[in-house]
């Protein structure tokens, strides 16, 4: 059984404290059909330090671990999922830069990101290719003490109001190595780079996404983090503190759905009876229950191993993340059943945490992926006849 510290249960208590105040139902709502991110909001999460607690203190963070950061991610998550993730996202990929960049970067971009000046994207997949990266195309080339950077990226998140982009871009000069990759930063102001709205979507609507296309733009040798040809082993890296979040994230929104459906269910009579008091009902409540607290725990497990430091998570961590994922589109769409027609409409909130489960579960590495991870760690070696 996985036992929270007492520190872990305050936290827990004052994020859920915060969201109670400050996430209401009729602004996201309002929010979400106009496709705004909430600044204001994202303001004062920052100041009262519920967002980025697994930073370094020296940049501004919490100084904490994972398990603290979902804590509050789920939190945030069960009593709105597209403010939620909005918050929660809102710094999308800076851990590349926390934990590969250099001094002098990190000094320049995370205190803004921090203090929720800037936002920050991840710059990945590409067009009609997706996540295949030995068919990515964008390209980094040194020139002159400089990258110039050349290729288009696609469905980026933050995109349009981006401080800095993380960017996987080839090494022009290592085409022949085994991760012929390299991960830059380049500042959105930079010349060359134009981010072009993807428009609406089905989730995700307090966050722009974007195509981004770079356009012989010239970044200084020091915005390389990590090392050259070290840019997939180091997003790879990146994508299993990712995905914990990732899973907190869809623990969050089914946990949220629930708590609506239950609600529902123990006031809404039909047949003279209490909607909660059919054995129909009670069974599909305890399947999602237990749905749920399976996928928290194993976040929470994942999580707690990463903070001790274990590297070798890429599998547990596409594990809890796929599961979770899962358990939040299942749960959320029994919850619109049980809520009726009534779920259906966005007055009930679980539609909107249903279109935004989607989106957590598509992003990233769909499921397929995530599978092909999991069954490489279990295989292992297959010997040649
Ligand atoms: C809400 C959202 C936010 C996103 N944010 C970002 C972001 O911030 N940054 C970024 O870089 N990208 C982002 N993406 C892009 C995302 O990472 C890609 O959509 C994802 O990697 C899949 O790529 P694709 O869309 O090209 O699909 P494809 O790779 O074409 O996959 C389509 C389907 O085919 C399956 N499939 C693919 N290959 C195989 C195979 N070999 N075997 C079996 N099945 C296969 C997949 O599982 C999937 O179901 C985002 C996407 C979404 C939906």
Known sequence: MFELSKSQKGIQKAALEFVKGELDKDLSFKMEKEGKFP???LRKAAELGFLWVHFDETYLGGGMGQVENCLITETFCRKDATMG??????????????????DGLKELYLPR???????????????????????HKTVSIRKEGRWVINGVKNNVMNAMDAGFYIVLCRDGDQETSEDPFNMILVDAQSHGVSPRDSGRKIGNNMISTAQVAFNNVSVPETCLLGKPGKGLEQLRLFFIESHIASAAQAVGIAQGAFDRALDHVKQREQFGKKLARFQVTRNKLADMATRIEMSRLMTYTVAARFDKGDKKLAHIAAMAKMNACETATAVCDEAIQLLGGYGYMGESEVERFYRDAKATALFELPESYQKEIIASEIIGKIRAN
């Open 39 to 41: 600044e204001e909001i």
């Open 85 to 102: 993730k909005a918050l929660s996202l809102a710094g999308y990929a800076s851990e590349c830069l926390l934990r590969f960049g250099n």
């Open 113 to 135: 990101l921090l203090e929720g000046e800037i936002f920050s994207a991840g710059c990945f997949s590409e067009p009609g290719i997706g996540l295949n990266f030995l068919s």
